[in-house]
């Protein structure tokens, strides 16, 4: 279910939407697809498209197996991610975009982006050992070489943090590294 929701956060560009997040507290035990509050959609980043795509490509290689269709799915959606990161890195602005309804979970969605948002998606620290991880779980399922030489290239930029539930990236990155 987790891997299906980032699919959908895709937009047509390749890059993925920051989250969709309900305004109201909800219960843990509440599917979100249970959940009818209005969502708010947080746009497009660096940040985001290189989580969806480290995940994403993860996703395909161990799906591979079991449901090889889900797999190539997953493969694509992280490729055509990765194809629209650059544009990201380079303009670190976030697009406003429009109000949608998701037609899979029957929820509207409207958009929302604030300076701190702008800021922490697109900030040096946060970005770059996102990036590595990107690079690298790509790199390393495809077998891409010039994506595993650029994860390498971001190694003396690195700045690591303890990791934690809200961030695993440090975790990934040392495994990597």
């Known amino acids: 279910m987790g891997i299906r929701w980032i699919l959908k956060l895709q937009q047509p560009n390749g890059s993925f939407l920051s989250g969709a997040y309900t305004q109201s507290n909800v219960a ?4 979100p697809a249970n959940d009818k509050n209005l969502r708010l959609a947080l746009p497009s980043s660096a940040l ?3 989580m969806a795509v480290a995940t994403l490509a993860r996703a395909a290689q161990v799906f591979q197996e079991s449901d090889p269709s889900f797999a190539v799915s997953c493969l694509l959606a992280a490729k055509n991610g990765m194809e629209h ?5 380079a303009t670190p602005r976030i697009p406003t975009i429009p109000a949608f309804l998701d037609p899979l979970e029957g929820t509207v969605t409207e958009s929302v982006a604030t ?10 620290a946060s970005l770059n050992p996102t990036l590595y991880w990107a690079y690298s779980t790509l790199g390393e ?3 891409n070489q010039p994506l595993k030489e650029k994860a390498l290239s971001l190694v003396p930029e690195l700045t690591l943090a303890t990791a934690s539930w809200e961030n695993p990236v440090p975790l990934v990155v040392s495994y990597y590294a």
């Open 28 to 31: 843990p035990t509440l599917k």
């Open 48 to 50: 985001s498209t290189a």
């Open 85 to 89: 990161l650059p544009l990201q890195v």
């Open 115 to 124: 300076t701190h948002e702008a800021y922490w998606h697109n900030a040096p």
């Open 141 to 143: 399922v495809t077998g």
